[in-house]
Structures are given as structure tokens and as C-alpha cells.
């Protein structure tokens, strides 16, 4: 594929958004999403391009269509530290998960939040509403929708949507490092039914504030499962890094990102990458899974007495939110 700025031809090269493309684990989504990267003549550099046209190298005749571009260098340094950016939802039915979802980043010191959606319950969306009026976070709602089936007669039965893994997810997240740019430094990915639990019990804005330093482009943490537990201790799995791993990355020094792995940054140095110990911090998830007990390959004994009293205050929280929207609560997500 070609991109063609104004007169001048440039090659579109392809870069994938996931630890390999087509991925291993997904062996039936035969559609893996890319970045397109067109280097800009130096004579346009300082020009302002309000679109690009594209042509294919491989279909004949050549198909073209232009694409508008939108500017996302910051203008002015963000005036935010750290926002947090959601995978897109999808049949999203429990009001439970997202209200956790907002009061656990609230407690984080979390105020700007990018919400990715696809398809969402009444109940769900009373919970947007809810936290759209909110008056201590910014909620910014994008909808992520399918891509369009082919129109055409003789491809009436090519619809791209069968074939990539969960909306191509890994778009979405690309989507949100480019436009969050200008409001926050730092920025959280995450899905909805996980927290990062730090274990000096700071908050994660406190935790971030006291390791960040100029040319930091990641924060990389592990994730962790619960794989057995005795009285008022857990014993923790640490998943070896990137298996369900996460990242909180630096808006301003991010080219290419992945959801597990850190993506290429605007720096060179081999130190850029902070790797958090999974002693310090851990990727938590709602969905706990617990294997066998006996299973100590990477495990630790650790107190539950922080995560009781972060439950225990998320639920306070959660509670109120269902009694304001006159919602049933149920225990179960």
C-alpha cells in the first residue's frame, strides 16, 4: 500500500499491534490489526496535511480512498499525570463491573477516563450517565463499532467482523495513546475487571509519580492469580512477563503500542522501560482462578489484609452508587 501526500508517493509500512501477526492463540481470526506508518517528506514537515490518499499494491485496477488526518502532537505539555484507558466493552450487561471498575481508579486518584464501548445493557447505561455528571473525573465515552460488511454482490458474505479476536482491541488502544496526547502524561491500559494492586498500599498516581523520571516511556507490571489460600493469606502466582502483563506508558514518548508488551518509544535508551517488581505491584483480576495449591513455580504467601480493606471500601462505594440509580445489587458480577 501507498500513501500519496499531496504529490509525492510514500510507502505505508505495516506494523503489527500484538506480539505477532497473525497471532498464535487466536488461530481461526485470520484479521490482525496494523499501523500504518508514512514518513512525511521533509519539505512537509511543517505543513499542515489535513488528509492522505491511499492506494493498494496488490488489487487491480488499484483501489484508492483518502483518509483525514488529525494532528495529535500536544500543543502544550498535558496538564494530567495519569488517565486510564478501557478495552473496548462488549455485551456489557453487569452495572456491578463498571461501577467497581470507576470507584476502584477513583480511589487511584484517576480523573480522566477513556471508555471504549460497543454494545451495553439499560442498566449500563444509566451507569454512563451516572458517572458523565460525576464532578471530580473527566469520562470520555468512544464507540468502537464494527467494521462494515462488504456491499458488494459477489462478496455479499465477507463480513470483516468474523474475523478478528474482540473489535481488534489493540487498535482501540492505539487509538487512545494518539488522543489522549495533550490531557495526560501517563496513561493506564487495562481491562474491566482488573486493578493494580500496590502493595505499600500508595495509591497508583502516587506510586507512578515517585518512579517516574524524564525519559521513562512504560511502566511494565505482572500479573498475578491467586492459587491457593490459608486463613488470612493468599499464595500469589506470578505470571511470567508478557502473559496477561500490563503496561502504564508515557503518551509523549510512545510510536507503537501493545496491550502486554512495551512498544517502540521516541527514546533510545535500553533503560526506558521501568519493569515494576511483581514484590512492589501486580496486575490483579476480578476473574480470580484458582489452580492448585501446591503449585509453587514464581508463588508468594502475601497478607490479605490490604486486599480485604480495599474490598471492603470499594463495596461501601459501590453500594451507594446502586442505591443513587435505584438499581437491584447483587453480589455476583
Not at 514518513?39 to 483501489?63: M, R, V, W
Not at 483525514?68 to 478495552?87: F, T, V
Request: glycine share 2%.
Amino acid at each position: 500500500m501507498f500513501g500519496q501526500i499531496q504529490h509525492e508517493l510514500q510507502k505505508v509500512d505495516s506494523v503489527c499491534q500484538r506480539s505477532e501477526c497473525p497471532t498464535f492463540h487466536d488461530p481461526f481470526c485470520t484479521l490482525n490489526g496494523y499501523l500504518g506508518i508514512v514518513k512525511i517528506p521533509f519539505f512537509f514537515q511543517h505543513s499542515y496535511l489535513k488528509n492522505i490518499q491511499l492506494s493498494t499494491t496488490t488489487n487491480f485496477p488499484l483501489k484508492t480512498f483518502q483518509i483525514s488526518l488529525m494532528d495529535s502532537r500536544p500543543k502544550n505539555p498535558p496538564k494530567l499525570i495519569l488517565g486510564i484507558c478501557l478495552q473496548p466493552i462488549f455485551y456489557l450487561f453487569s452495572p456491578k463491573l463498571l461501577i467497581s471498575f470507576f470507584e476502584y481508579w477513583i480511589s487511584q486518584d484517576i480523573t480522566l477516563f477513556y471508555i471504549y464501548r460497543h454494545s451495553w445493557s439499560s442498566e449500563v447505561q444509566k451507569v454512563f450517565e451516572f458517572y458523565l455528571k460525576h464532578p471530580k473525573i473527566i469520562v470520555k465515552l468512544i464507540d468502537w463499532s464494527d467494521l462494515s460488511p462488504s456491499q458488494n454482490k459477489i462478496e455479499n458474505n465477507l463480513n470483516p467482523n468474523k474475523f478478528f479476536r474482540r473489535l481488534e482491541f489493540s487498535l482501540a488502544m492505539a487509538d487512545c495513546v494518539y488522543r489522549s496526547r495533550s490531557e495526560t502524561k501517563y496513561l493506564i491500559m487495562t481491562d474491566l475487571d482488573e486493578i493494580i494492586y500496590i502493595k505499600s498500599r500508595k495509591t497508583v498516581k502516587k506510586f507512578i509519580q515517585t518512579k517516574a523520571t524524564q525519559n521513562i516511556s512504560a511502566f511494565w507490571f505482572s500479573s498475578a492469580k491467586i492459587i491457593g489460600k490459608s486463613n488470612l493469606t493468599l499464595i500469589w502466582k506470578y505470571l511470567e512477563k508478557p502473559i496477561q502483563s500490563k503496561l502504564i506508558i508515557n503518551t509523549q514518548l510512545t510510536k507503537t503500542t501493545n496491550v502486554h508488551n512495551p512498544g517502540d518509544s521516541e527514546v533510545s535508551s535500553k533503560n526506558n522501560i521501568v519493569d515494576i517488581h511483581p514484590n512492589e505491584a501486580v496486575i490483579v483480576h476480578s476473574r480470580f482462578d484458582y489452580e492448585n495449591a501446591n503449585e509453587s513455580i514464581n508463588s508468594n504467601i502475601l497478607s490479605m489484609k490490604g486486599l480485604l480493606m480495599l474490598q471492603s471500601n470499594l463495596d461501601f462505594h459501590v453500594k451507594k452508587v446502586f442505591k443513587i440509580l435505584k438499581i437491584p445489587y447483587s453480589n455476583t458480577f
